[in-house]
C-alpha cells in the first residue's frame, strides 16, 4: 500500500513555454502533499506543501507564480512549471502523507525535466 | 573509507561487511526521523524511521540509532550487497509539523 505515482517520469520542454507534472497517491487519500526539486548530486529541498482545496503554502525562494500547484482531489496534486528555462532542469519529486501532523511520507518516482 | 566528492560524501564498503552511514541532525525540537535510500533516477525509498522516545530500532538488516544529545542519527546495515548501493538521506520532522527536512545525503558503494 501507499503507492505514490508521477506522470510524466520525464520531459523535454522549450524554453518559454509550461509543463504540468502530475502526482497521485493510487491507494489512499492524501491530506497533504508536498513538491521537492533535487538537482544532481543534492539533497531534497522541499518547494511547497498543499492540501486539498487551498492554496500551496510555498518555501521561502520558491516563485508561486512560476511554479503552480494545484491539490484539486485527495489523491491529485499537479505542479506546473510556467515559462521554463534551463534553469529549471531538474528532478521534481512529490510525496504524500495519510495523516495530517504526522512526517511519514510516500514518494513517487520522480519527473526529470530538461528545458532546451 | 569516507570521502568528501563535489556535493555528497561516500562511503565504500566491502560486500558483506557492516555500513555505518551518518547523520547530524539541526532542530532540537525534531521528534521523528527517518532514512531513505535513493537510486539513481528514482524517488526516496523509506528504509526505517524512528521517534525521539527511542534510541535504537532494529528492522531487516538495517538499525537506526538516535543520540539526542549530540543530535546525531545513525544507520547501519548489515551484511552490506551489491543492491545496496545507492544514496542514503536522513529527514527530520519537526514535533506537531508535517514537513520533513532532509540531509545533505551519502553515497554508498559496496565493492565485490
Known amino acids: 500500500g501507499a503507492v505514490v505515482s508521477q506522470h510524466p517520469s520525464w520531459v523535454i520542454c522549450k524554453s518559454g513555454t509550461s509543463v504540468k507534472i502530475e502526482c497521485r497517491s493510487l491507494?489512499?487519500?492524501?491530506?497533504?502533499m508536498f513538491w521537492y526539486r533535487q538537482f544532481p548530486k543534492q539533497s531534497l529541498m522541499l518547494m511547497a506543501t498543499s492540501n486539498e482545496g487551498s492554496k500551496a503554502t510555498y518555501e521561502q525562494g520558491v516563485e508561486k507564480d512560476k511554479f503552480l500547484i494545484n491539490h484539486a482531489s485527495l489523491t491529485l496534486s499537479t505542479l506546473t512549471v510556467t515559462s521554463a528555462h534551463p534553469e529549471d532542469s531538474s528532478f521534481y519529486i512529490c510525496?504524500?502523507?495519510?495523516?495530517?501532523?504526522?512526517?511519514?511520507?510516500?514518494f513517487g518516482p520522480g519527473t526529470r525535466l530538461t528545458v532546451t | 573509507g569516507e570521502s568528501v566528492g563535489l556535493h555528497l560524501p561516500t562511503l565504500s564498503v566491502q560486500e558483506g561487511d557492516n555500513s555505518i552511514i551518518n547523520c547530524a541532525y539541526s532542530n532540537s525540537a525534531s521528534d521523528y526521523f527517518i532514512w531513505y535510500k535513493q537510486e539513481s533516477g528514482k524517488g526516496p525509498q523509506f528504509i526505517i524511521d524512528i521517534r525521539s522516545n527511542m534510541d535504537k530500532r532494529q528492522g531487516q538488516r538495517v538499525t537506526v540509532l538516535l543520540n539526542k544529545t549530540v543530535k546525531h542519527l545513525s544507520l547501519q546495515i548489515a551484511a552490506t550487497q551489491p543492491g545496496d548501493s545507492a544514496v542514503y538521506f536522513c529527514a527530520e520532522n519537526k514535533k506537531g509539523g508535517n514537513k520533513l527536512v532532509f540531509g545533505a545525503g551519502t553515497i554508498l558503494r559496496v565493492k565485490s
Open positions: 491507494d489512499f487519500q492524501a491530506t497533504t
Open positions: 510525496s504524500a502523507g495519510r495523516l495530517a501532523g504526522v512526517g511519514e511520507q510516500y
